[in-house]
């Protein structure tokens, strides 16, 4: 079977850094993503892991072990607007998407 | 504006009813998805669609039914709609030769079945 986990919520300070874990168990692995979602909005691809190592993009960053099954997105100098959930969801092996249920991230001053 | 578009944005309906819920991209992408997304839940994947004429069914299908005549569009029906079926609705689209495989989804259809 197949199963991921995150935090359910996590609180920050602007400016500071923050780290969001998933850990997953698969039986087949194409890639792992990590999407954006506000309130009442559609989720947006965030980035995208598919080898072992951390692939930046800006202020984000995301990590990959696939023997240890397990990923974080870092966010650096955080935002307001980043008050959002962030979905980790894995690619199985029939390129479909398991998402877990997200991670909501407050922001506060 | 490239992109996916959902209608309607919001609906309230009657136990029992029949529903369809309206997705239409305009990125030329083969495949095409709808999830259901409930509070304290990831989103679970309802039906999908690899390329136009083709469907198969997600992790929770039951009560719904979909079909691809062409590339750009995706409808959802729920033939007799019941309670358990409120939620929000989302409809995806990806390139599947894409570099990233990424999907983006529609704004969202906020379904009330009373």
């Known amino acids: 079977g197949q199963n991921i986990d995150q935090p359910t919520e996590m609180t920050a300070t602007e400016g500071a850094i923050v780290q969001i874990n998933c850990t997953y168990q698969?039986?087949?692995?194409?890639?792992l993503f990590w999407y954006q979602q506000h309130a009442g909005e559609a989720p947006t691809f965030l980035s995208y892991n598919v080898l072992d190592g951390l692939e930046e993009k800006g202020r984000f960053s995301s990590f990959l072990s696939r023997s240890k099954g397990y990923s974080y997105l870092l966010l650096k100098e955080l935002q307001m607007k980043d008050s959002a959930s962030y979905l980790c969801?894995?690619?199985?092996?029939?390129?479909?998407?398991?998402w877990g249920a997200g991670t909501k991230l407050i922001i506060k001053p | 504006i490239a992109g996916i578009t959902q209608a309607p944005t919001s609906q309230i309906l009657a136990a029992g009813r029949r529903m369809t819920l309206r997705c239409t991209q305009d990125?030329?992408?083969?495949?095409m998805y709808w999830y259901r997304q409930d509070l304290g839940l990831g989103l679970r994947l309802i039906h999908y669609?690899?390329?136009?004429?083709?469907?198969g069914k997600g992790e929770v299908p039951d009560g719904y039914s979909v079909s691809r005549a062409n590339t750009d569009d995706f409808p959802l029906t729920l033939a007799s709609a019941v309670p358990s079926q409120t939620s929000v609705y989302f409809c995806a689209s990806s390139d599947l030769a894409g570099e990233y495989n990424e999907q983006f989804f529609g704004p969202g259809t906020r379904l009330t079945v009373l």
């Open positions: 969801a894995l690619m199985d092996s029939n390129y479909q998407l398991i």
């Open positions: 698969t039986s087949g692995f194409n890639g």
């Open positions: 990125m030329r992408h083969n495949a």
């Open positions: 669609s690899n390329t136009a004429g083709t469907t």
